[in-house]
């Protein structure tokens, strides 16, 4: 068993490092405050990333990528998440929607669509999630009916990432309601400028922000179908698999764990160095430990995707851990800053510039979107091991 990186990986972890150092405005040794209020996207460094590369660092070249494979996107996601580098739309645009015309969209998508994705010309999101359909994505209720020469699609969708930005929405729809619910799905990339359709920004309680999407009978041309007609269902459950392997890594954390060890370090709140207590020590090596996991687990989910071997339970473990991961980092965070952990970026003395108080209330989104982790589990225990659904 081979667990090193390639020359051609470790070359591109140094080029995505010199990018990040290059680009990124610096920063002291505490990194930059929490986005509140934001979404995550900078279309400056969007743009700078789309020229230098390294948004379909993974995609064949004829589509305007490198070819390097699915394990190159995810050693950009883990520098940049060490960066904590704002690449708020590139899940959606690359990983999400790009990943999936890739997977399943007409030769004709892929050749419009990839190269403009690849360049940041166009963002795009994912819209599946309705008030009455989260978990259970087929229950979908946003129609699409041909009328005449376009399909009319009509319906909402909430909590979508990027929604408010993006040019195109990858919209779940049904298109016949006289079928088992997960066959009369079909997906449309419909674009945003069309009449009748409205993004509105919804701001979480962590102040990320993300959208509620309204349709009222968006007329959109068949060649907006994608994957095919009454295919959503499978189409679907192939971006999700890639979505899970995406949402893994150590992301931000391991960033956060290095300023934690230099706070226990240098901060003496009873005259003895936080980190010399026996309990917090011992809470940051477990942590560490985790986030070792985390990161292997990223890895082989990534590996066995590109090798074509099955990656959808990897997949799924790899997202539960890192999301459950989350809870864990804002709680050693807790306990090296003490009562400091409450006190947001706005004041000027906020230890960590902030960031456990954010993450306090950040981290439930993590468990929540790209599948929660009651539903990870239910991947795990039924389809990975056999376990029973519980409604035979
Ligand atoms: C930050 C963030 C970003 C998101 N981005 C997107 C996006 O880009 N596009 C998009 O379409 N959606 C997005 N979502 C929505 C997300 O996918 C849904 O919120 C999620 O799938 C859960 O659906 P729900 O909110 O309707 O909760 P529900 O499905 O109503 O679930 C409520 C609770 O019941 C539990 N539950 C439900 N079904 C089961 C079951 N079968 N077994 C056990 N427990 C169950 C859930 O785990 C949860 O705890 C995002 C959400 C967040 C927080």
Known sequence: MDFSFTPEQEALRRRIEAFCK?????RGKQGPPPAEGSDGYDPEFHRKM???????LGWPKEYGGEGLGRVAMAVFSEVVGLHEAPVGAVGTSVGLVGQSLFMYGSDEQKRDLLPRIA????VCALGITEPNAGSDAAACRTKAVLDGDVYRIAGSKIFVSSGHIADFILTLTR?????????????????????????NRI??????????????????????????????????????????????????MKR???????RARETTPNGRRVWEDDTIRRAIAEFATKLEIARLLYYQAAWLQEN????????????????????????VGGLVLGPEAQVTAASPSAPLRGKIEYLHRHCPASTIGGGTTQIQKNIIAIRGLGLPSGKE
Request: glycine content about 10%.
């Open 175 to 199: 298109t016949d309601p006289n079928v088992p619910k997960h066959k009369g799905l079909t997906l449309f990339l419909v674009p945003t400028n069309l009449p009748g359709f409205k993004a």
């Open 50 to 56: 789309a020229a230098a590369g390294l948004l379909s």
């Open 22 to 26: 290059k680009h990124l405005p610096r």
């Open 256 to 262: 956060l764990l290095g300023e934690m060890i230099v």
């Open 119 to 122: 360049r940041g010309e166009i």
């Open 308 to 331: 074509k071997l099955p990656f959808d339970i990897p997949a799924a473990i790899s997202k539960l851990f890192t999301s459950e991961l989350y809870h864990e980092c804002a709680d």
């Open 203 to 252: 701001k979480t309680m962590s102040g990320w922000v993300v959208s509620e999407l309204q349709y009222d009978q968006v007329p959109v041309p068949p060649s907006a179908m994608v994957g095919g007609l009454n295919q959503g269902w499978v189409c679907l459950t192939k971006s999700l698999g890639e979505e899970r392997t995406g949402l893994g890594g150590t992301r931000n």
